[in-house]
């Protein structure tokens, strides 16, 4: 119902900035809610960021507080995270999340590595 599309992942440095996209289609009308996570080699997938469909919410964990943010062009059907001073524990495959009633969408994942 809902397609969810990320790009914008490759290799960044230490301190540097990277962002990254998501496109939904399919049902956009349900989607109330859409979010990034995070998923490192042998660790658990962990919140990043959200933000509300209408952009007057947002989430942040606080690992990344002060230096990524949410945004959206609904225009567009898209969701970015701007991520500015990386770091090496930054490194994951960051999925996008859209909560939809009744039903949750992910996206395939893009690679983020940080590292000289």
């Known amino acids: 119902q809902v397609q969810l599309v990320e790009s914008g992942g490759g290799l960044a440095q230490p301190g540097g900035s990277r962002r990254l996209s998501c496109a939904a289609s399919?049902?956009?009308?349900?989607?109330?809610?859409m979010g990034w996570y995070r998923q490192a080699p042998g660790k658990q997938r962990e919140f990043v960021a959200a933000i509300s469909w209408t952009g007057r919410s947002t989430d942040y964990a606080d690992s990344v507080k002060g230096r990524f943010t949410i945004s959206r062009d609904n225009a567009k059907n898209t969701v970015y995270l701007q991520m500015n001073s990386l770091k090496p524990e930054d490194t994951a495959v960051y999925y996008c999340h859209a909560d939809v009633p009744g039903r949750d969408s992910w996206g395939q994942g893009t690679q983020v590595t940080v590292s000289t």
């Open positions: 399919g049902s956009i009308s349900r989607i109330y809610r």
